[in-house]
């Protein structure tokens, strides 16, 4: 359960406006932002709530509708979309904490919304929205973004047993282990390998 992560003291001593109902499993109440982004002061005050029992990750949403319905990191219900799911979930379990989850995806999104809403660009890079933002986000994991065929090879990391004689997935008619077999089996003993396998495939099923 990610919610054996909530570590109230952290989250009560930084977010002194957040409370914690174990009743519901959420958090609710107001962030305060602060901070210097590019050179430029970034502040709000904004309403949320966080709920821990929709998914493996917790959701945020917008509860004072301070972000525009047309931005496209909101989804129609006003849940905020902080980032993939994986990479949101292997932070938390590496941290083991919500307070610098809170800290590094909710208040990260509020800041850059409000740059983006005065300069038209993200502060800080941003996926893309859907499924190409979770392809994008594989082919970083993996460093494979200066790669062809990228998301060829992360299949085969997912879906296929390594067999070096055969060709690889790149496409270059080269054999594997002569191409790009290193990395695969570097990517294949990745120690979240089990986490991401799941988190792919069905992603993958799913979009199809």
């Known amino acids: 359960m990610i919610s054996e992560y909530i570590d109230l003291d952290m989250i009560n001593k930084k977010y002194p406006n957040l409370i914690y109902d174990s009743n519901k499993n959420t958090i609710s109440g107001s962030i305060k932002i602060c901070k210097n982004c590019n050179d430029e002061i970034i502040s709000g005050c904004y309403d949320l709530l966080i709920d821990f029992n929709k998914s493996s990750i917790p959701y945020v949403y917008d509860v004072g509708k301070k972000i525009k319905r047309n931005y496209e ?12 799911d994986i990479e ?109 396998i799941k988190d792919f495939r069905r992603w993958f099923n799913d979009k199809k």
């Open 88 to 196: 949101q979930l292997l932070f938390i379990r590496d941290t083991k904490s919500i307070c610098l989850w809170i800290e590094k995806y909710v208040e990260s999104y509020y800041i850059s919304y409000e740059y983006f809403q005065k300069y038209a660009i993200y502060p800080f890079g941003q996926y893309s929205h859907g499924n190409q933002g979770i392809a994008e986000f594989y082919k970083k994991y993996f460093n494979l973004n200066n790669e062809e065929n990228s998301l060829n090879i992360i299949k085969y990391i997912f879906f296929n047993t390594y067999r070096g004689h055969n060709l690889c997935p790149c496409g270059s008619n080269k054999k594997i282990r002569n191409c790009h077999g290193n990395i695969i089996i570097k990517c294949k003993q990745d120690p979240n390998y089990n986490l991401l």
């Open 73 to 84: 990191h909101c989804y129609s219900d006003r849940r905020l979309c902080l980032a993939t």
